[in-house]
């Protein structure tokens, strides 16, 4: 992306990013990081519903369907929800690392509109890691994943403990996602936060 601010432009000593050994392997489908993200989360109604899949290194592709419930203008997305797309896309690319890190800025360009019905075609990518920030970029196309662009990001995520969540959440929510018998979406409920 052409013109980031300087707060997203990697620091001389900031390192090529590793793909973590134990991350999924590439074309395997992410999956949601916890049932109620507006993002990924299948249980939420009017959600975005965001499907990532993990690439080569560290990178991933994601894709979603505008619906009536994300319009802005008539008939076409409501930039706040393209921006969540990113914001949910680029956060993603945090499990490929296996690194629990939160949004520490997002800067995003709206190229075209996307009008309602229309699929979402996201590529993202972590391009440096600085001590706990980790730097990353995406774009998202219309018609397939080789047509027009409609928006792209540039966005930095800072490393945090799993205690950023559990200090600073509802009582509630934590207490039904860390009392999940299920091991691996109690984890990704925390591990993977955008």
């Known amino acids: 992306m052409s013109g980031s601010s300087a707060a997203l432009q990697p620091p001389a000593d900031a390192v090529k990013p590793v793909r973590h050994p134990d991350a999924p392997a590439p074309g395997e489908l992410l999956g949601a990081h916890y049932e109620h993200c507006?993002?990924?989360?299948?249980?939420?109604?009017?959600?975005?519903?965001l499907e990532a899949r993990a690439g080569e290194g560290v990178s991933l592709t994601a894709e979603f369907t505008v619906q009536?419930?994300?319009?802005?203008?008539?008939?076409?997305?409501?930039g706040?929800?393209?921006?969540?797309?990113?914001?949910?896309?680029?956060?993603?690319l945090n499990w490929l690392l296996r690194t629990i890190a939160v949004?520490?800025?997002?800067?995003?360009?709206?190229?075209?509109?996307?009008?309602?019905?229309?699929?979402?075609?996201?590529?993202?990518?972590?391009?440096?890691?600085?001590?706990r920030k980790i730097y990353s970029t995406a774009?998202?196309?219309?018609?397939?994943?080789e047509?027009?662009?409609a928006v792209r990001a540039d966005a930095l995520f800072v490393e945090v403990k799993v205690d950023h969540f559990t200090d600073h959440g509802r009582d509630?929510?934590?207490?039904?996602?860390?009392?999940?018998?299920?091991?691996l979406r109690r984890t990704r409920a925390f591990e993977v936060n955008p």
Not at 38 to 43: A, V
Not at 139 to 145: L, N
Request: glycine residues 18%; aromatic residues 4%; negative net charge.
């Open 68 to 78: 009536p419930a994300h319009q802005g203008a008539p008939g076409l997305a409501h």
């Open 80 to 92: 706040g929800v393209l921006a969540t797309a990113l914001d949910e896309t680029l956060g993603s």
């Open 172 to 183: 509630e929510e934590i207490q039904a996602a860390m009392s999940d018998p299920d091991r």
């Open 139 to 145: 774009i998202g196309r219309i018609g397939g994943p």
């Open 147 to 149: 047509g027009p662009v």
């Open 38 to 49: 507006f993002g990924c989360g299948p249980g939420q109604p009017y959600g975005l519903h």
């Open 103 to 131: 949004t520490g800025r997002l800067e995003t360009d709206y190229v075209r509109p996307v009008p309602v019905g229309t699929t979402l075609y996201l590529e993202a990518e972590v391009t440096a890691v600085a001590g």
